[in-house]
């Protein structure tokens, strides 16, 4: 007797990464800013996309790149707070998805009644960029004075209004050495998570604020072990796993990796397990350095979903 045909299971929705084009809040030049702009690493022509900083989606723009259907939408790109149509969006992004998580500096959150209206209006998460782990790392980073402790009232705001809060610790070359204690100091506000992120950019050899990969790795691994032992979730975008150690099988790595963000791939990467979860290298350090030194991961993945 022929067995009945059972339909194939349908795959669990799958978050999705919105970028909502809003006010960027940085104080960087176009040319320099590694973190919503300037380029994306593979671009023709790095530095044509002057003013992308400023550049904004409209709302009928967001809506439409909006997915049919998502376990979590992330509405991230520019400060969304920002836009007077925040809350609209935030709503429209819940009617899709049951997890809605807004990405912030944290500054708005701290004012009265902000967290209960972004509640309301859907949000059930939010991730605030932390750039060095105190006022001085942190608020050179951002140029604007005070923003630290604006950044941790905020969290904590968040966190007492009853949303899930996440840490962006952002990986630049003035701060980066500052990743363990800045989670040791985000760990006692309740956070639940944190994603470690290495911002695209230009050679990270040379460049003034991105720090090389090999530099980072250590202290990537060293964030994802207090991550694990605090049973906090983490993600890790940005950074090829082969800059890391076995640490790196505790993360998600690189949920953001998509084609258009992955960099040109050399023959270490076609032999590598992990090369579907990575961000790759810079092209223009492949152009200058070749491959020498990239060394492909044989283990395999391990993903572990919780962002
Ligand atoms: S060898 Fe290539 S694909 Fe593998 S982790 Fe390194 S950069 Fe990524």
């Known amino acids: 007797m022929t067995p009945p045909e059972t339909a194939p299971a349908a795959a669990a929705p799958a978050v999705a990464w919105i970028d909502s084009g809003s006010p960027c809040p940085h104080p960087w030049s176009p040319a320099v800013c ?14 044509d996309r002057a003013g992308a900083q400023t550049a904004q989606l409209t709302a009928a723009q967001v809506l439409q ?4 259907e998502a376990s979590k939408i992330v509405l991230r790109g520019g400060e969304l707070l920002q836009r007077p149509e925040a809350l609209e969006l935030l709503t ?5 998805a049951p997890q809605v998580e807004l990405w912030s500096n944290g500054a708005a959150l701290a004012r009265p009644g902000v967290v209960q209206a972004i509640r309301r209006a859907g949000a059930t998460a939010v991730a605030i960029g932390l750039w060095g ?21 905020g969290l904590k705001a968040a966190r007492q209004g009853g949303l899930r809060t996440a840490v962006i610790a952002v990986l630049l070359r003035p701060t980066y050495r500052g990743l363990p204690s800045l989670l040791q100091k985000s760990l006692p506000l ?7 992120w290495a911002p695209p950019g230009p050679d990270r050899t040379a460049h003034p604020l991105l720090a090389p990969m090999a530099a980072i790795g250590p202290y990537v691994d060293a964030g994802v072990r207090i991550l694990a032992a605090a049973g906090k979730g983490c993600a890790v975008l940005g950074i090829a796993p082969c800059a890391l150690a076995t640490a790196a ?15 040109a791939r050399g023959a270490p990467c076609a032999a590598c397990t992990w090369r579907d979860h990575c961000a790759g290298q810079p ?25």
Request: charged content about 20%.
């Open 34 to 47: 590694p973190v919503c702009s300037p380029w994306t690493e593979g671009a023709a022509e790095p530095f």
């Open 65 to 68: 790149a909006l997915p049919a």
């Open 92 to 96: 429209a992004a819940r009617r899709i």
């Open 133 to 153: 782990d105190s006022p001085e790392s942190h608020d050179y980073a951002t140029g604007v004075p005070g923003s630290f402790a604006r950044a941790i009232a």
């Open 190 to 196: 309740g956070i639940d998570a944190a994603l470690l």
């Open 249 to 263: 099988a505790a993360a998600e790595i690189s949920p953001l990796a998509q084609p258009d963000r992955r960099a």
């Open 283 to 307: 092209p223009l350090r492949a152009q200058l350095h070749g491959w020498t030194g990239l060394v492909a991961r044989k283990d395999a993945p391990v993903l572990t979903g919780r962002w």
